[in-house]
């Protein structure tokens, strides 16, 4: 059955075999962390995507050299029979993504660094829409919270509308370009600010008549329990309204990781799944749920699912578990064993923005970008400041993107490349190439010293 009436039906916007909008199922993608100039590594984890269920998979393209290497890994892989559409993903350089526009099926580029001169931009736009149009490569627009550009903050400050205004500009030129095989995003670390800006630009499209898929994440939303939760919170809000017509689950972990967690999100509301909650009392300000959960994972996501929406827009505020999950040996496990149930609420009020329990953790997934274990660094971070509840703690892959990207992180740890780490405190860098066996100890002493 159809998901969408139409009010809220998007355009149909077609990459390479896989159609996004119009009603169709929601498409779950992911992104490679490995370096895309190295092709057997980027090829590999495409299979290893591929199988895992992605139906398209973004590839950084950090320079010009490494285009030639997007289209070794597409040869190959076609080779091979895969034919999941690829996606180049570009920062900072409007000719990097034209050059890519004939090499895969869709180019990301960010309005917030695709030129720096605005008028430029609109050139080098028009140039990147002539290439797509004759080799059919759709565009997302792919903006963030965190790196909306200084013109755009300086008119509506660095919030949700500013992020739909942004948005809109882009929209008149592709109107101005006569394109419209376009797919956008507004991601924020914040589901608050995340789901905000989707939504207002959502009802502004359906006021005009002109609905573009939405591609829907939450960015840097870290790992574990943690990253699922925040995701699923804030993707599923917006799902559950209608909006959205493909996700990506940012984890900073294996991007396969990543791929359960979409499916998820994609089968529950295409509507081929539904949530284990079998009872709710819901009062005006407190939910009571009880659940008969397949599997932990399960639990977890239902339940953020299920509540993380009402939480988000102050339905209720407070919510309470009850109820059993499956264990991995098949017995029934009472949901409130081991204070699960409590630590679950604690979770998914910290990722509706309702309660602060702990530090509030920003971490990149991390891409063909990052020069260091990401993934042991944001555990030892995590393990190192999780006394410090409240504090907004950022973990970077890269300083061409992570700074920008941290939003409003108190403290940042960003990867400079060839061992090295800056160190932010707010926006500004206190410490500079510092050593990476060094910087976690340097980063809490900074912090402590404040
Ligand atoms: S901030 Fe992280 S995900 Fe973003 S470009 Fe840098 S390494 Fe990649």
Excluded at 23 to 32: A, D, F, K, R, S
Excluded at 82 to 99: K, M, N, W, Y
Excluded at 144 to 159: D, K, P
Excluded at 284 to 308: H, M, N, V
Aim: with cysteine; charged share 25%; glycine share 8%.
């Amino acid at each position: 059955m159809d998901r969408m009436n139409n009010v809220t039906k998007s355009m149909t916007v077609k990459v390479g075999n896989v159609t996004i909008g119009g009603g169709n199922p929601i498409v779950v993608q992911t992104m490679c962390n490995t370096h895309t100039s190295d092709v057997e590594a980027s090829v590999a984890q495409c299979v290893r995507l591929h199988n895992a269920g992605a139906s398209l998979i973004r590839l950084t393209v950090p320079s010009i050299a490494q285009v030639e290497s997007l289209r070794e890994i597409k040869s190959r892989l076609r080779n091979m029979g895969i034919d999941t559409p690829l996606v180049a993903d570009v920062h900072f350089s409007s000719e990097i993504a034209i050059a890519c526009a004939e090499v895969v099926e869709k180019v990301r580029i960010n309005p917030g660094n695709f030129h720096k001169d605005h008028e430029k931009a609109k050139e080098q736009f028009a140039r990147l829409v002539s290439v797509c149009k004759k080799n059919g490569t759709a565009i997302r627009i792919g903006l963030n919270h965190g790196s909306l550009g200084e013109r755009i903050t300086n008119l509506y400050g660095n919030t949700p509308l500013a992020m739909k205004e942004a948005v809109l500009e882009w929209l008149q030129l592709c109107e101005d370009n006569d394109f419209n095989n376009v797919v956008i995003s507004l991601k924020a670390s914040n589901t608050f600010v995340m789901t905000e800006a989707y939504r207002l630009l959502f009802k502004e499209m359906q006021k005009r008549g002109k609905i573009f898929p939405l591609h829907l994440g939450v960015t840097e939303a870290g790992n574990g329990d943690a990253g699922r939760i925040k995701s699923a919170v804030g993707i599923s809000a917006l799902l559950s309204e209608g909006i959205g017509d493909t996700v990506r689950v940012s984890l900073t972990e294996i991007p396969e990781n990543e791929i359960p967690v979409a499916q998820y999100l994609s089968d529950r509301y295409g509507r081929r799944l539904h949530s284990s909650m079998v009872s709710l009392n819901l009062d005006s300000k407190k939910a009571i749920a009880t659940y008969d959960a397949p599997s932990k994972e399960r639990l977890l996501l239902d339940f953020s699912c299920d509540f993380g929406k009402r939480l988000l827009d102050k339905e209720i505020d407070e919510v309470e578990i009850k109820g059993t999950y499956v264990g991995e040996n098949g017995q029934r496990i009472d949901v409130s064993a081991d204070g699960y149930a409590a630590y679950l609420v604690d979770e998914v009020m910290q990722a509706a923005r309702r309660r602060f329990y702990r530090p509030e953790y920003i971490a990149c997934p991390g891409c063909g970008r990052t020069m260091y274990n990401l993934e042991n660094t944001f555990n030892e971070v995590k393990q190192r400041t999780a006394h410090l509840k409240g504090m907004v703690i950022a973990v970077m892959g890269c300083i061409v993107n992570g700074p920008g990207e941290m939003a409003d992180a108190d403290w940042g740890y960003v990867g400079e490349g060839n061992g090295m780490v800056s160190i932010y405190k707010g926006k500004e860098p206190v410490l500079r190439h510092v050593s990476e066996s060094e910087a976690i100890d340097k980063l809490l002493e900074l912090i402590e010293k404040k």
